[in-house]
């Protein structure tokens, strides 16, 4: 088992920035990919962003490229989001899940934090 716990969110203004923080504990060795997505009320789960343990591959959605930026911390087995340039449509709550691979997809994600909130004001 992994476990995920989220932490950075809150409410900030458009334009702002935001980090969030995702930290892994259990059997993370059994996860290479570390990745979040974002569910606002009424949609899907969206791919947001992802990244590798062992290579520090990552990867975004059309949505994300150029504003946010993940990244990993190994000794701390936390990852990161970074959100600059925070546009209200960016609100949702954040939730950091661990698979296998990088992957935009949900399913390829066996495990999952509870989520942060994200609000951004316009």
């Known amino acids: 088992q992994v476990q995920l716990v989220e932490s950075g969110g809150g409410l900030v203004q458009a334009g702002g920035s935001l980090r969030l923080s995702c930290a892994a504990s259990?059997?993370?060795?059994?996860?290479?990919?570390m990745a979040w997505f974002r569910q606002a009320p009424g949609k899907y789960r969206d791919f947001v962003a992802a990244?590798?343990?062992?290579?520090?591959?990552?990867a975004y959605s059309d949505s994300a490229k150029g504003r946010f930026t993940v990244s990993r911390d190994t000794a701390k087995n936390t990852v990161h989001l970074r959100m600059n340039s925070l546009k209200p449509e960016d609100t949702a709550i954040y939730y950091c899940?661990?698979?296998?691979?990088?992957?935009?997809?949900?399913?390829?994600?066996?495990?999952w934090g509870q989520g942060t909130q994200v609000t951004v004001s316009s």
């Open positions: 259990g059997r993370t060795f059994s996860s290479d990919a």
């Open positions: 899940a661990a698979g296998s691979v990088v992957a935009g997809n949900h399913h390829a994600y066996d495990y």
């Open positions: 990244v590798s343990w062992s290579g520090g591959n990552t």
